[in-house]
């Protein structure tokens, strides 16, 4: 359907007490702390399963699950795309190389709740241009979270997305969104990042958002693999990805659940 024709449809939002809120912080809280410890052992000579297991045995240690292993019967616990690899990237015996870069993409489960989170990091040192890849992404990230206020409207996320990685020389991927989470790992609505301001529902306080831009060097076409999940860029150049669950409050900037306190 086209954009318009999309955003003209009715959604079905679930709405969070705060006492669910909280559930989500705790579960993002987990996701936070593993990937921090995640990134701690990306170095040269690392497997990407050896993350994975580490990331399990992490989430359990924590008393959470992980909600990713069984998801569509998703395989892993953690998903690690590496280089031209966008997203879903299926750990294995891949040893990871100086200079690559790999999205770590995590999600936990919390009392029935769901958080969700991702960061691309380098591995050893990286190109100054990779690292530029990166650091636009993450921004990009957070300029679409600047727009998760009351008042605004979802596609003015997106578009402050789009905005930013275009500036910058670099293209934003189309087949895959942010989401609405909650009690399942994908709710409505579906958060795109890219569109024209302005479309789509008002931003209300209890919307909870997974906001995820996938950032490529060249050009924005993407393929899926053999393997069924791991997406990758057509043009084989390589591709960054972070993700922030955000929950949009009464009055100022949204809680970053995903953030990690200290
Ligand atoms: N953060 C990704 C998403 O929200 C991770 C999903 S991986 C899957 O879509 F295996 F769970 F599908
Ligand atoms: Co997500």
Known sequence: VSQDACWARRYMIVFKTPDEVSLMAQ???VV???LELLKGKVA???TTDDL???AEEAIRGRGAIPAFKGYRNYPKTLCASVNEQVVHGIPSKRRLNEGDIIGLDLGAIVSGFYGDSAVTVPVGTASSQCLRLIQVTEEAMYRGIEKAVVGNRLSDVSHA???HVEAAGFAVVTEFVGHGIGR???EEPQVPNYGRPGQGPR???GMVLAIEPMVNMGTSAIRILEDRWTAVTQDGRWSAHFEH??????NGPARILSQLSH
């Not at 669950?245 to 009464?250: F, G, K, R, S, V």
Request: proline share 4%; no cysteine.
């Open 245 to 250: 669950t955000i929950a949009i409050q009464a």
């Open 27 to 29: 579960a993002s809280q």
């Open 44 to 46: 040269p000579g690392i």
């Open 203 to 205: 931003l209300q306080v």
């Open 32 to 34: 936070a702390e593993v």
């Open 52 to 54: 994975d297991r580490m």
């Open 161 to 163: 997305v789009q905005t």
């Open 184 to 186: 399942q790992l994908h």
